[in-house]
């Protein structure tokens, strides 16, 4: 799920010409996640994000109790 919320907002980031900087998670069950999203309109980007990738993504609590996540991006 958080894969494609990340490919969502991916395709939105292209959409909108915009750099999301603030995520703030609204509703959150095991089926969806709705959120708002915000950040920075820019005019090019530097480095493409082709894609959010399962492959190796990985999330877990951490010792402290706080989620932790691995995730890699195609460029």
Known sequence: MLIDFLSDVLSSSYIENAIYCTVKILEFSDYSIKAEISGI?????????KAVTYHEASIKKNNNKLWE??????I
């Open 69 to 74: 996540t691995y995730i890699i991006f195609d």
């Open 41 to 49: 309109h820019v005019e090019i980007f530097d480095e493409e994000i």
